[in-house]
């Protein structure tokens, strides 16, 4: 069956740490991996995407590393802070176009200052 | 990016009676809606994939008859919640892709609306 996994539901990290959060899927072949943050009672924003023929992106302190043979990508905050506390999403798109992406549970992550 | 808007941003209803979401593009035509359900603290449960100007696609095990999902122009689309029951409350969020001439590959979401039926 297909599935992804965020295998940490909740991460603490001290603050100016680099945060890193994993997304695990199975039995998907994904054109592209998206991540998003969501804030409590808020809909997810969107943060950075990769394609599947890209190995890393960054943008300011973020930066998505994606695996295809390992099927993973992580998601790193360098110097967090604690405006960085939410809920990180992972999200696949097997297709380009408008088909809806497939949500990972999250990962809920608090920056201590 | 883009902006995509939903209303009412919470809603309290009586069992038994209904409620309308919308949910509005402002600044891209979004040819493509999507509707999720989030419960705490688990992941977006797609319900239904809205395109313009046609039937809403619905997900397994979503009762298309309680959930109407209208998507009337390329910036608006609705989703109603009819005869609600207290096992219907719950975030609702839509979101948005694609876009005529101007291609979205990531998707942008609504604030999302916290629903409690009582």
């Known amino acids: 069956s297909q599935k992804i996994e965020q295998n940490s539901e909740a991460l603490n990290i001290q603050e100016g740490k680099t945060a890193t959060l994993t997304c695990n899927y199975t039995n998907y072949s994904p054109a592209y991996l998206q991540w998003y943050r969501q804030d409590p009672g808020r809909g997810p924003v969107f943060l950075l995407l990769i394609r599947e023929n890209e190995k890393e992106k960054r943008k300011e302190r973020l930066k998505v590393t994606f695996d295809t043979t390992l099927k993973q990508s992580l998601f790193h905050i360098t110097a967090s802070q604690p405006a960085d506390s939410a809920t990180y999403l992972c999200?696949?798109?097997?297709?380009?176009?408008?088909?809806?992406?497939?949500f990972g549970k999250g990962t809920r992550l608090s920056v201590i200052a | 990016g883009a902006v995509v808007s939903q209303h009412p941003s919470r809603v309290i209803c009586k069992s038994g009676t209904s409620v309308k979401i919308e949910c509005r593009s402002l600044d891209f035509q979004a040819t493509t809606m999507f509707w999720y359900r989030q419960f705490p603290k688990q992941s977006l449960m797609l319900m239904a994939t809205s395109n313009e100007g046609s039937k809403a696609t619905y997900e397994q095990g979503v009762e298309k008859d309680k959930f109407l999902i209208n998507h009337a122009s390329l910036t608006l689309s609705t989703l109603t919640v009819t005869s609600a029951h207290p096992e219907d409350s719950s975030f609702y969020i839509c979101s948005a892709r694609g876009g005529s001439g101007r291609k979205y590959t990531e998707a942008f979401f609504g604030q999302g609306t916290r629903l409690t039926v009582v």
């Open positions: 999200a696949l798109d097997e297709r380009t176009g408008n088909t809806p992406l497939v």
